[in-house]
């Protein structure tokens, strides 16, 4: 069961400057308190299934969360994954169309849904952030599209590592470099599951870009990007991120 965390302060925020609050105003941000509640949940704990109503829209704050949908025969097909400042939720839609499962330690900031949806129609910079997050996110299942169906296995790690080298960067506010370091949040079983491939595959192609130099392992999960270009390279887009022929 999902436990209220301590109440935290907007403006020391580990995501507010991408997420759906971060174009608000200080008297905007109050509203938003007023409204706000967080939760944290266990790896593998679900936030909610699929057809479940929703009482509140929320943002990752930490962790890790995965998107699946069940087939009529009980298969699971995970369709995305939810990374800091991505929003979970529809306003205006009263059921969750996906099961939303935490993958690693997960904390949201949850904001009750009637009340958030008044807000939008009262406080533009909130459905203005929303807007654009949502066509990133059409841009994401978009290069996801891509990854799942024409990448090679190893294409498909450098490009999954890469995506999160470069969330990792924009969330601390730094231009992704040479020398970046980050905590990998998945497991190489997790990273199986999203990208079709099987644990063996996954753990044959993170060694082989080691030992290729490509990546660095410090410990289980911190991982060290000597070069991005390299690991840019790896991943069969071209330099204006479409794939090569």
């Known amino acids: 069961m999902d436990v209220a965390l301590d109440t935290k302060e907007c403006w020391n ?5 991408q997420a759906v609050c971060a174009r608000c105003e200080p008297d905007e941000l109050t509203r938003l308190e007023e409204i706000k509640y967080y939760r ?10 699929a057809g479940d109503h929703m009482e509140f829209v929320a943002s990752v704050v930490t962790g890790i969360a995965s998107l699946s949908q069940t087939m009529e025969d009980g ?20 059921s969750a169309p996906f099961d939303v499962v935490a993958v690693s330690d997960l904390t949201i900031c949850c904001f009750r849904k009637k009340p958030f949806e008044e807000l ?13 997050m949502t066509l990133d996110e059409l841009d994401s299942a978009r290069e996801w599209m891509l990854v799942l169906g024409r990448k090679t296995a190893r294409e498909k790690i450098a490009s999954l590592l890469a995506i999160i080298a470069r969330r990792d960067a924009t969330l601390k506010k730094h231009s992704p470099k040479d020398g970046m370091t980050f905590d990998l949040p998945l497991t190489r079983e997790a990273m199986a599951d999203y990208l079709g491939l099987t644990l063996e595959t996954v753990s044959r192609q993170i ?7 490509i990546i660095e392992l410090d410990g289980k999960r911190r ?9 840019m390279n790896e991943t069969g887009d071209d330099v204006d991120g479409g794939l090569i022929a």
């Open 13 to 17: 925020c580990p995501i507010k400057h």
């Open 207 to 213: 060694s082989a870009l080691r030992k290729s130099g």
């Open 75 to 94: 298969r699971t097909q995970m369709v995305g994954l939810l990374l800091p400042s991505d929003f979970i939720g529809r306003p205006g839609r009263d």
């Open 120 to 132: 939008m129609t009262t406080t533009p910079h909130i459905g203005q952030r929303l807007l654009e």
């Open 223 to 231: 991982v060290v990007i000597p070069s991005l270009e390299k690991l």
């Open 40 to 49: 944290n949940y266990d790896a593998g704990q679900p936030v909610i299934w």
